[in-house]
């Protein structure tokens, strides 16, 4: 397979950009508070950037952080296998394990201050999380080849413990390597070491907000903007 250079294309996507709106580097970085010279290092595909960086310069140009990526990226993840939603571009889908609709929405409202598009599939709780992954019950028809590419997981769940919807996440060829996000009111204690134990890729502090979400995408090994990883982003 080609190697498709995810931060030249990043780059040279913030220049046409850029160029588009008339404006200069030094002036990209007044917009998005980032300094002159490490606009020119993204330009020339010399930066790796935070989810954080991305989101000021898609805000700064007035655009959406995948307006960046062009038909071709799209176009050749496309070919390698990855999914894509029904705008015809490629983006990790994500299911949400939350019983507590306020704190789904203010996920929602992070995903959206972040300006990701991507797919997010709700369940309730415990039971319904399994069911939804293991294609039973209610979700026997949906095709197992779909699963989602996240996992957002609260531990506090109904029916079935947040601790054993991740065990048998992890006990299963099937479902173990679904990077697993915890959604937690405490960062310590039994319950996040037991979580550590079995394979969680990170946690997030409940309510989720920008920066919780900003901390830790860069951690799943995920391209920006929550594509799937089917891409090299080595220079």
């Known amino acids: ?18 160029n588009r709106r008339g404006i200069s580097q ?9 300094h002159r ?18 989101t000021r310069l898609a805000r700064a140009l007035d655009i959406s952080v995948t307006a960046f990526f062009p038909a071709e990226f799209n176009k050749r ?9 029904g705008h015809g571009r490629s983006f990790v889908n994500i299911l949400m394990v939350e019983d507590d609709a306020q704190d789904e ?5 992070a995903f959206q201050k972040a300006r990701f598009e991507n797919r997010i599939t709700v369940v309730r709780d415990g039971a319904e999380a399994l069911d939804y992954l293991f294609c039973r019950g209610s979700y026997a028809s949906r095709p197992a080849e779909d699963n989602p590419q996240v996992i957002l997981l609260d531990l ?11 065990l048998r996440i992890k006990a299963d060829k099937k479902t173990r390597a ?14 996040i070491a037991e979580c550590r134990r079995l394979g969680v890729e990170t946690y997030i502090m409940k309510p989720v907000d920008f920066q919780g979400l900003s901390r830790v995408t860069p951690l799943l090994n995920l391209n ?12």
């Open 105 to 109: 929405e203010m996920a929602r409202h």
């Open 37 to 54: 010279t490490y606009i020119s290092d993204v330009e020339r595909g010399a930066r790796n950037l935070s989810l954080e960086s991305i």
């Open 156 to 166: 506090n769940l109904p029916k079935v413990s947040g601790l054993e919807v991740l």
């Open 77 to 85: 993840e496309e070919s390698d296998g990855g999914g894509h939603n």
């Open 224 to 235: 920006w903007a929550l594509l799937k990883p089917a891409l090299s982003l080595q220079a």
């Open 26 to 34: 030094e002036e990209l970085g007044e917009r998005s508070d980032l």
């Open 178 to 191: 679904i990077p697993v996000v915890v959604l937690t009111v405490s960062q310590k204690g039994p319950d």
């Open 1 to 18: 397979m080609q190697i498709f250079d995810v931060k030249k294309t990043f780059g040279a996507s913030v220049k046409a950009w850029r």
